[in-house]
């Protein structure tokens, strides 16, 4: 691992701990207070919280904006950044942008099409892919360069991470394009939603038997289902999604009014389970406009309260 950037969440896994993470979407206006009460409700619970940037490409207030209300209120943000609306010269500069915040962790991800949201005839860029990404900002950060070969000043300091889906087609690529991501420089990744349990813990046989789990921190997702409908629609709409029938049937046997409280069962039982999987390093709780359930699930996986490691050092 390379030195230590200023990332309080970075600290907080070189320092051995089981790190917690979770998101929040931003709105679909102006008004800041819709993310500063997401991030009030779970802001003892989780080490850094995601913000999205324009997920599903639906147009939201920006995530690096959401990302500097989150740093003015004293929380350790992780700002996403995709290439999906952004060519090289505004990725830079939005990188620069967060970095003038002291923004220390950023997601590098590529982004959802264009044609499943609310401007499907807008044009994507894709200028980079979510690989080039990740090696841009290590660039502008252990070189100090931009793209074009200048020199910056004052480099940003970033925790570059990224997405990884064990359960996308082709599995027999899904640990090589790690490894890819590592040798790009990626040091922290975000898994996909994880439902089907032996098949993440085979992805992560495979991937400790490649040594990577010792070159990056894997964190494993987690999003509790509110309703069966909401299991069934995941895993026969949501592409890349591995939803066991064992799970939709084990939804759909609770009456409607428990299906909420059944949905976080299964997410704490995945997150006590996935403790023991050697290489998980910690959680991201993606738990989609349902933010006040974090402290429960939080809590009731036996990871609350949250270490401190800035008091250890």
Not at 44 to 71: P, W
Not at 260 to 274: K, S, W
Request: hydrophobic share 40%; net charge neutral; aromatic share 6%.
């Amino acid at each position: 691992m390379k030195t230590k950037t200023p990332s309080k969440l970075e600290k907080f896994l070189a320092a051995g701990h089981l790190a917690v993470t979770s998101e929040c979407g931003p709105p679909r206006g102006s008004d800041a207070a819709t993310i500063t009460k997401k991030a009030e409700m779970i802001r003892d619970y989780v080490d850094a919280i995601n913000i999205t940037d324009n997920q599903t490409s639906v147009t939201r207030l920006s995530s690096l904006a959401s990302c500097i209300h989150l740093k003015l209120m004293g929380v350790e943000p992780t700002l996403q950044m995709v290439t999906r609306d952004r060519n090289r010269i505004a990725l830079q500069s939005d990188i620069l942008g967060a970095a003038s915040f002291d923004i220390h962790n950023i997601l590098c991800l590529s982004g959802d099409h264009q044609q499943f949201g609310d401007c499907p005839q807008g044009q994507n860029v894709f200028d980079l892919d979510s690989m080039q990404l990740i090696q841009t900002v290590k660039l502008m950060r252990d070189e100090g360069k931009f793209l074009g070969g200048d020199e910056i000043k004052r480099p940003p300091q970033m925790f570059i991470g990224a997405a990884a889906n064990p359960f996308a087609d082709p599995f027999e690529i899904r640990v090589p394009r790690l490894a890819k991501k590592i040798a790009a420089g990626v040091e922290f990744i975000q898994t996909q939603c994880i439902y089907n349990l032996d098949k993440f813990e085979l992805w992560m046989k495979l991937v400790r038997d490649r040594g990577l789990h010792e070159k990056v921190y894997i964190l494993a997702g987690v999003t509790p289902f509110k309703t069966a409908g909401m299991a069934k629609y995941m895993k026969n709409r949501v592409p890349g999604m591995d939803v066991p029938d064992e799970v939709v049937e084990r939804m759909s046997g609770v009456p409607k009014e428990k299906q909420a409280e059944e949905g976080i069962n299964i997410c704490v039982e995945t997150i006590q389970r996935l403790k023991e999987c050697e290489g998980v390093k910690g959680f991201h709780i993606m738990a989609i406009e349902w933010e006040e359930k974090v402290p429960e699930i939080v809590e009731r996986s036996g990871l609350y309260p949250r270490p401190r490691p800035e008091a250890d050092s």
